[in-house]
């Protein structure tokens, strides 16, 4: 059974806070995790796929007994829109401030997107509400230069299990430069938060390594016809196009740049490593992109066998890496709660925030630990190519997507 529209209302309607307890466990100790995620729009399968491994970690977690006495329930939130057609900004603060009025919610798991991030970040602040992002990517969020937009309560309360477009973006012109000896590029961004960043990053670390950058421009989500800017990208003769792009644009970038210049190189982040992507494009359009992720690529090692059983057995489809990094947020949060609850003292918002600050957590990529601002201290970032394989559905990520190895870190 893959996962469906139907499914997902579903577990959005059982995570309806409070009332759904019953009598025999109304007394019970609880807390309340929220997560915010695109599950409307372009993105809403790779989002549902990120939503169930934050889930797994919590329903395995109260099967249990819950973390040191608690029962752990969710408040699960969907901050996309059909207006944007994909997260929307709007929408993801208001889910911030229905977060931060609830009372047993000591934690949050999410945004997908930077945008959502952006819009929500200063209102968890000031609720001082931490949350833990598997998937955005904008180094703004948790940089001290703009700690008094984002964190403006002072303490970091954003936090990640990924690392970030610092470093995700140059990882990718370096792997150009040193890989594929990529001489000239075009730059293209879908205007939106992560797309424009990861856009900067990258061109900026392009030029730095002789990389000729032919030119730069951006594309409207909303709009359909991408055609005038894809023909001036193959008037210029470019090598390769890098694309900062979500999804909703992604699928159109795809296809057709397949149609004018079909064997340009052609890269994004992970923007552009989704489901959504391979399914909306189809091949050949999708056939030898390049894409990356924001932390390693485990799906293949053999020590997460018995979790991705788990995970197929619970949800019926096969995750993708960043499912791994939302169970990995999970378990960062459970962590922090179980380390208050232990210590005796209240587990409440500032007592779990600081306690995800100091924490050494063991997770499915190693070790997690944060730095100062809410930042993973790995930094890796890992390239994939898609080259498709018939013998799996066209949208599976895991099968199309083809794991290349991690891209270099400079000086690498």
Same mark, same amino acid.
């Given at each position: 059974?893959?996962?469906?529209?139907?499914? /997902? $209302?579903? +577990?959005?309607?059982s995570? #309806?806070? !409070? &009332?759904?307890?019953? @009598? *025999?466990? %109304?007394?019970a100790?609880?807390?309340?995790?929220?997560?915010?995620?695109?599950?409307?729009?372009?993105?809403?399968?790779?989002?549902?796929?990120?939503?169930?491994?934050?889930?797994?970690?919590?329903?395995?977690?109260?099967?249990?007994g819950?973390?040191?006495?608690?029962?752990?329930? /969710? $408040?699960? +939130?969907?901050?996309?829109? #059909?207006? !944007? &057609?994909?997260?929307? @900004? *709007?929408? %993801?603060?208001?889910?911030?401030?229905?977060?931060?009025?609830?009372?047993?919610?000591?934690?949050?798991?999410?945004?997908?997107?930077?945008?959502?991030?952006?819009?929500?970040?200063?209102?968890?602040?000031?609720?001082?509400?931490?949350?833990?992002?598997?998937?955005?990517?904008?180094p703004? $969020?948790?940089?001290?230069k703009?700690? #008094?937009?984002?964190?403006?309560?002072?303490? *970091?309360?954003?936090?990640?299990?990924?690392?970030?477009?610092?470093?995700?973006?140059?990882?990718?012109?370096?792997?150009?430069?040193?890989?594929?000896?990529?001489?000239?590029?075009?730059?293209?961004?879908?205007?939106?938060?992560?797309?424009?960043?990861?856009?900067?990053?990258?061109?900026?670390?392009?030029?730095?390594?002789?990389?000729?950058?032919?030119?730069?421009?951006?594309?409207?989500?909303?709009?359909?016809?991408?055609?005038?800017?894809?023909?001036?990208?193959?008037?210029?003769?470019?090598?390769?196009?890098?694309?900062?792009?979500?999804?909703?644009?992604?699928?159109?970038?795809?296809?057709?740049?397949?149609?004018?210049?079909?064997?340009?190189?052609?890269?994004?982040?992970?923007?552009?490593?989704?489901?959504?992507?391979?399914?909306?494009?189809?091949?050949?359009?999708?056939?030898?992109?390049?894409s990356?992720?924001?932390?390693?690529?485990?799906?293949?090692?053999?020590?997460?066998?018995s979790?991705?059983?788990?995970?197929?057995?619970?949800?019926?489809?096969?995750?993708?890496?960043y499912?791994?990094?939302?169970?990995?947020?999970?378990?960062?949060?459970?962590?922090?709660?179980?380390?208050?609850?232990?210590?005796?003292?209240?587990?409440?918002?500032?007592?779990?925030?600081?306690?995800?600050?100091?924490?050494?957590?063991?997770?499915?990529?190693?070790?997690?630990?944060?730095?100062?601002?809410?930042?993973?201290?790995s930094?890796?970032?890992?390239?994939?190519?898609?080259?498709?394989?018939?013998?799996?559905?066209?949208?599976?990520?895991?099968?199309?997507?083809?794991?290349?190895?991690?891209?270099?870190?400079?000086?690498?």
């Open positions: 059974m893959r996962v469906t529209r139907r499914s /997902t $209302l579903a +577990l959005l309607g995570s #309806a806070l !409070a &009332g759904a307890v019953s @009598p *025999a466990r %109304a007394e100790k609880f807390v309340t995790i929220g997560i915010n995620l695109p599950l409307t729009g372009a993105a809403a399968e790779d989002a549902t796929n990120i939503l169930h491994g934050a889930v797994m970690a919590i329903e395995e977690a109260n099967a249990k819950g973390v040191a006495g608690y029962e752990i329930r /969710t $408040l699960i +939130l969907d901050d996309g829109t #059909a207006t !944007a &057609g994909q997260y929307d @900004p *709007a929408q %993801a603060a208001i889910n911030a401030r229905k977060m931060v009025v609830e009372p047993s919610c000591v934690g949050a798991i999410g945004p997908m997107a930077s945008g959502s991030g952006k819009a929500m970040a200063p209102l968890l602040s000031q609720g001082n509400l931490a949350i833990v992002t598997p998937s955005s990517t904008s703004d $969020l948790t940089s001290p703009f700690a #008094a937009q984002y964190r403006p309560a002072g303490k *970091a309360i954003y936090f990640r299990t990924v690392t970030t477009d610092a470093y995700q973006g140059p990882n990718m012109a370096n792997f150009m430069a040193d890989r594929l000896k990529v001489k000239s590029v075009f730059v293209i961004d879908d205007t939106g938060a992560y797309g424009v960043g990861i856009a900067d990053t990258f061109q900026a670390q392009a030029a730095k390594r002789g990389i000729q950058v032919l030119g730069r421009d951006r594309v409207d989500p909303l709009q359909s016809d991408y055609k005038p800017i894809l023909t001036k990208v193959k008037s210029l003769n470019a090598q390769a196009m890098y694309c900062g792009s979500s999804a909703l644009a992604g699928v159109k970038l795809v296809k057709q740049s397949y149609e004018i210049m079909p064997d340009i190189i052609k890269a994004g982040g992970d923007g552009l490593h989704q489901a959504s992507i391979l399914a909306g494009a189809g091949f050949p359009a999708a056939q030898g992109w390049y990356t992720i924001a932390a390693p690529h485990m799906l293949d090692e053999a020590k997460l066998s979790w991705l059983k788990r995970f197929v057995g619970r949800w019926g489809n096969p995750p993708s890496d499912s791994i990094t939302a169970y990995d947020a999970a378990l960062v949060l459970l962590a922090a709660i179980e380390t208050v609850a232990k210590s005796g003292k209240p587990v409440d918002r500032a007592s779990v925030r600081d306690a995800i600050q100091a924490g050494n957590v063991e997770t499915l990529q190693g070790p997690i630990t944060f730095d100062e601002n809410g930042d993973l201290t930094h890796v970032v890992s390239v994939f190519q898609v080259k498709q394989d018939t013998a799996y559905p066209i949208n599976d990520v895991v099968h199309q997507f083809k794991y290349v190895g991690v891209a270099p870190a400079e000086g690498a």
